[in-house]
Every structure is written in structure tokens, then in C-alpha cells.
């Protein structure tokens, strides 16, 4: 039963649910899987500094594409 939930809406949804709570003000915390953040931000901003993992292959999920920071 779980393999067929569409996990990439849901995660996308919990993230940016998660993203409009730390606009308040008084928030102290951001819950979610800020790696998915991270590589959009890669993704979309060419501009922004970035190291590509020497090891990724286009087969790899695109997370693994950038060595974390």
C-alpha cells in the first residue's frame, strides 16, 4: 500500500507547510528534509555556489548530485 502514495507532492507539501511557518516571526524552528530545499535552490540558481560530486551519474537520484556544504 505505501509504494503507490505519491511521495514527491507530499514531501513537497509538508516542505513548503513547514516553509510558511518559519515566516512567523516568533518561529525558532524549520522541520522538513531541507536537502530537497538545497538542491532546488542548486537546481534553479545557477549563480549560487555549488560543488557537483565528482561520483554522481545521470541513473543517481539528483539529490546526490551536489556534496553537501
Not at 510558511?20 to 545557477?46: D, E, M
Request: glycine share 2%.
Amino acid at each position: 500500500m505505501v509504494d503507490t502514495y505519491a511521495w514527491a507532492p507530499i514531501a513537497l507539501a509538508f516542505l513548503y507547510r513547514e516553509l510558511s511557518s518559519a515566516t512567523i516571526p516568533k518561529c525558532r524552528y524549520l522541520v522538513g528534509y531541507l536537502n530537497l530545499l538545497q538542491v532546488w535552490i542548486y537546481h534553479h540558481f545557477n549563480n549560487i555556489g555549488k560543488e557537483e560530486s565528482a561520483e554522481y551519474r545521470e541513473h543517481m537520484p539528483c539529490a546526490t548530485k551536489y556534496d553537501p556544504t
